[in-house]
């Protein structure tokens, strides 16, 4: 579980819309920044002459990449996201409460097995709730997706980054968007972003067309209701129509 380097624009987006940065905050996993290189937050001046080549070459390679199409085009990293994990970054944006939920990494705050109900204290507690490529690593989809927007206040946003095809055995599942927008619709939440890149970042207009595909989602809460309605795969309704 990370904040990838390629993956930050589409932070720099969901970071903007209007509303979502409210405490408190929980994040599901505990997600680090392993993969920003420390060179890349130093000065020139502040580094050695071997660091400095070291540095350049990098900029170089991104390019090239960016040339090529393997990335995103928007190379930024602002001075708040030269951190080592996603809670220092929503500090530095203004947030102050911060709690994780995570089964395995005892930097958690809560040791929670997302296959179960949570706790019934946790819910409606949180104006933002962030799942950054945790929930397709939990068996029970089901009980993990009511956990999560059951643990969302209203007039709060849920924001979700879940692979929607190919990504081999990266985890459990792979999600149909419908499967998740549609979810999250039925059960009291407006979708107020909704972007699609590949693992490596790239912005896509037509995700059917690509091999590995992210979704990244933001959605409000606007209601709760008493019980989950689950979803039924509305092509199949339509098929049935016309039989």
């Given at each position: 579980m990370a904040v990838l380097r390629r993956h930050l624009p589409y932070y720099f987006e969901i970071f903007s819309v209007p509303g979502l940065l409210?405490?408190?905050?929980?994040?599901?996993g505990y997600q680090t920044t392993f993969e920003f290189r420390p060179t890349q937050f130093q000065d020139w001046s502040e580094i050695s002459f071997g660091r400095k080549i070291k540095k350049l070459g990098l900029q170089i390679l991104e390019r090239i990449e960016v040339w090529r199409g393997?990335?995103?085009p928007d190379l930024r990293i602002p001075r708040e996201y030269w951190e080592a994990d996603l809670n220092s970054i929503l500090r530095n944006l203004g947030l102050t409460q911060i709690e994780v939920?995570?089964?395995?990494?005892?930097?958690?705050?809560?040791q929670i097995d997302m296959n179960k109900p949570a706790p019934a204290e946790m819910r409606g507690r949180y104006n933002l709730v962030m799942d950054i490529g945790s929930t397709e690593h939990v068996f029970d989809t089901r009980q993990c997706l009511e956990n999560l927007i059951g643990m969302t206040r209203v007039g709060g946003h849920l924001v979700l980054q879940l692979p929607c095809k190919g990504c081999f055995d990266h985890g459990f599942h792979t999600f149909s968007p419908e499967c998740i927008l549609s979810f999250l619709e039925l059960n009291g939440f407006a979708i107020v972003l909704e972007r699609y890149s590949t693992f490596t970042g790239v912005p896509l207009s037509m995700p059917e067309e690509a091999e590995n595909?992210?979704?990244?989602?933001?959605?409000?809460?606007?209601?709760?209701?008493e019980a989950t309605v689950i979803p039924q795969q509305g092509r199949w309704r339509t098929w049935y129509k016309n039989v």
């Open positions: 409210r405490d408190p905050v929980l994040t599901f393997l990335r995103h939920i995570d089964l395995f990494d005892k930097r958690a705050n809560y595909v992210l979704l990244w989602c933001v959605a409000k809460k606007e209601s709760a209701l």
